[in-house]
């Protein structure tokens, strides 16, 4: 306990230092991952914008960079880190990565779960004459708030531990502490300390991304 309260100051700043590469990736994942979902499921064989060879340029960059680990891909971006924030270690130089990772994680949740919405749905709306703009937001992102929420919560959790990886290369954030003071110092108690802020802030955007899905969703 003694060890923990004396890196009381360096645990709030880890906290905070996790919270900018989430929310950075995160925001990055909203902005252009679901515009890249959308695109997907237009440009799909069968969709309404269906153009194949669109379609699978982009399915294939976006399996492409899904397709490495994230360390690698981590220590692949390090010269682009470097280019974009001026550095390659800490939150900053890390949230370069983790964004560039959430794009094409969050683009596929997304057309997930635009594919989701029942097709009558949509076939109305075109039959109603509706504009395409129409169709998109007041059909598509409105019948798939709920997957979109919780493709959302998934994708959340998936980079809080992300982030707690980037620490292994100097990214900050609760994960290098636990590297640095837990495992490095054999100090277990903060090792353990570490552990639990990170279950407690997952079981946290677990339950009000739980919450918001099920408040959105019409079927209940």
């Known amino acids: 306990m003694d060890s923990i309260l004396a890196l009381q100051s360096e645990i709030i700043k880890a906290i905070e230092q996790t919270f900018t590469m989430v929310s950075i990736s995160v925001a990055a994942a909203i902005i252009v ?11 799909a064989p069968g969709n309404l914008r269906a153009n194949r060879p669109l379609y699978s340029v982009v399915s294939y960059a976006v399996n492409l960079v899904r397709s490495f680990p994230f360390l690698i891909l981590l220590v692949a971006l390090i010269p682009f880190s470097r280019m974009i924030v001026g550095t390659a270690i800490g939150p900053l130089a890390a949230s370069v990565s983790l964004s560039v990772a959430a794009i094409p994680f969050y683009a596929r949740l997304v057309e997930q779960s635009l594919r989701d919405v029942p097709k009558g749905v949509i076939e109305a709306a075109v039959a109603s004459g ?24 998934v994708t959340i959790i998936s980079f809080i531990s992300y982030s707690a990886a980037a620490g292994t290369v100097g990214g900050g954030g609760i994960g290098d502490l636990a590297i ?30 739980s919450f918001a899905a099920s408040r959105l969703d019409k079927r209940k």
């Open 130 to 153: 509706a504009s395409m703009k129409h169709i998109i937001w007041g059909v598509l992102l409105s019948e798939a708030r709920p997957g979109l929420v919780s493709g959302l919560t």
């Open 33 to 43: 991952g679901m515009p890249v979902g959308i695109l997907l499921f237009l440009t």
């Open 180 to 209: 640095r003071y837990g495992y490095q110092r054999f100090e277990t108690e903060v090792m353990a300390a570490c552990i639990v802020i990170l279950v407690v802030i997952v079981q946290l955007v677990q339950w009000i991304g």
